[in-house]
């Protein structure tokens, strides 16, 4: 009787030991559920406090609840401002954060030879490119012809230049330069003639194209002409920026004379790191636009001129200003070192721009020799193309298209004013 008395207390005390053993077992479970279903709900595996610090809008270091190789991924992503906003603390702006109080500055520079601009080249830019670009300011630089003959560039007519002038209209910041021949001479006389006497180690010429079939005897002098227009807008363009004590972060540099067949729009895949060419007419590249971030269109636009020394000495024979080559081996490359990428050049997938012809012809075949697959799929094939020309018109042409050698189709879209004068029986390939 005695032992079974001693041992109900020590029974007592187990049986209140396995109780709170159970109350402990309980609370645990009851934890790690909660930890659970927060995982399950918000995707963290933080615990609640520190969750809620994060959903409520408390101030912790919104970087501390991501592993440490995200930030890196949101730091080279274009961020939204729905998400800027969301780690913002509530007393500062979107504005002021993402600027600095800084404005941040665009400018389109047009170079080259306005040659059908009030009836082509400015209703395409209305279309597809001042609408997408309302805050740059824009540049020209364009030289003062009459008439330009038959050949390589077209059927030839009459030129008015002045026409350019019309971009007053349409935009608030406009700055002009314009040239004569004579004064383009004047400047770039001692280059031409460079051009056409230097000769190599084995007595060819250094600078001029020899080995290009497709040279003419003014191809030399319309490339340089071509780099004097780019260097002399870009030019105007830092002359202006220093008076208003401002500074462009991005520029896009467009040639006066195509017609913009899809929008150009200066936020479209270019970073801070990274400039867009288009990608079409690649012979080996496309020289005909670029745009992106300062430091690479600058080299792009206002260093031809200091480095063609040293290009025609250290590479192929032959090729000298090539404008195409010269790009590939030695105006790409310093694009890329001075903006710290490798692939810092990126063909843009889809934009496509014809060239405006002075007789008020488009040619609808530029963007479909040497070209990305993505380009041809966007356009459609020239029936599309001259559909979308009229579009842009807001009129229509003399259709169907016609061909004017085996490599241009062109499409005539002549001002109501001078096709009413023109007679279907014409033969437009007549020159």
């Not at 008015?160 to 400047?187: G, M, P, R």
């Amino acid at each position: 009787m005695m032992a079974n008395a001693e041992l109900k207390p020590r029974r007592r005390l187990a049986v209140t030991l396995l109780l709170l053993l159970s109350i402990a077992v309980t609370s645990l479970v009851l934890s790690n559920s909660l930890w659970i279903s927060i995982d399950m709900v918000t995707g963290s595996s933080f615990p609640a406090d520190v969750v809620a610090d994060e959903i409520y809008g408390n101030e912790s270091n919104v970087t501390e609840l991501m592993p440490a190789n995200e930030s890196v991924v949101i730091d080279n992503l274009p961020i939204k401002e729905s998400v800027v906003a969301d780690a913002l603390p509530a007393n500062e702006s979107v504005t002021e954060s993402s600027s600095n109080n800084e404005q941040k500055h665009c400018a389109l520079l047009f170079f080259g030879l306005p040659r059908a601009f009030e009836s082509l080249t400015l209703p395409s830019l209305r279309k597809n490119v001042l609408p997408y670009n309302k805050d740059c300011h824009i540049y020209v630089h364009f030289y003062q012809k009459e008439r330009e003959a038959a050949g390589r560039s077209g059927r030839g007519g009459d030129i008015h230049s002045d026409e350019i002038y019309q971009l007053k209209q349409y935009v608030e910041k406009v700055h002009f330069l314009e040239e004569s021949e004579a004064q383009f001479l004047k400047k770039r006389g001692d280059m031409l003639r460079k051009i056409r006497t230097t000769t190599d180690d084995n007595g060819n010429l250094l600078y001029m194209p020899w080995k290009e079939k497709s040279f003419g005897k003014d191809s030399a002098t319309n490339i340089i002409k071509m780099w004097h227009s780019i260097e002399s807008v870009w030019n105007l363009a830092e002359e202006h920026a220093q008076k208003e004590g401002i500074r462009y972060e991005t520029i896009a540099v467009l040639r006066s004379d195509v017609f913009f067949l899809t929008p150009v729009r200066l936020k479209e895949f270019a970073t801070s790191d990274t400039v867009v060419v288009p990608g079409f007419a690649k012979f080996p590249v496309n020289d005909r636009m670029i745009y992106g971030p300062y430091e690479g269109v600058k080299i792009w636009a206002a260093e031809r001129f200091s480095r063609v020394d040293e290009h025609v000495r250290t590479n192929e024979e032959g090729y000298g200003i090539h404008d195409e080559r010269l790009l590939n081996r030695t105006i790409f490359p310093a694009i890329r070192e001075a903006l710290q990428n490798d692939k810092a050049i990126v063909e843009h997938p889809t934009m496509c721009f014809l060239r405006a012809r002075v007789d008020e012809s488009v040619w609808l075949n530029d963007c479909d020799r040497s070209v990305l697959p993505s380009v041809t799929k966007a356009i459609g094939d020239l029936n599309d193309i001259a559909v979308s020309v009229e579009t842009a018109l807001g009129r229509s042409c003399e259709g169907p298209p016609k061909e004017y050698n085996k490599q241009v189709t062109y499409l005539n879209c002549p001002r109501p004013s001078i096709q009413d004068k023109v007679t279907p029986t014409n033969s437009s390939l007549d020159h």
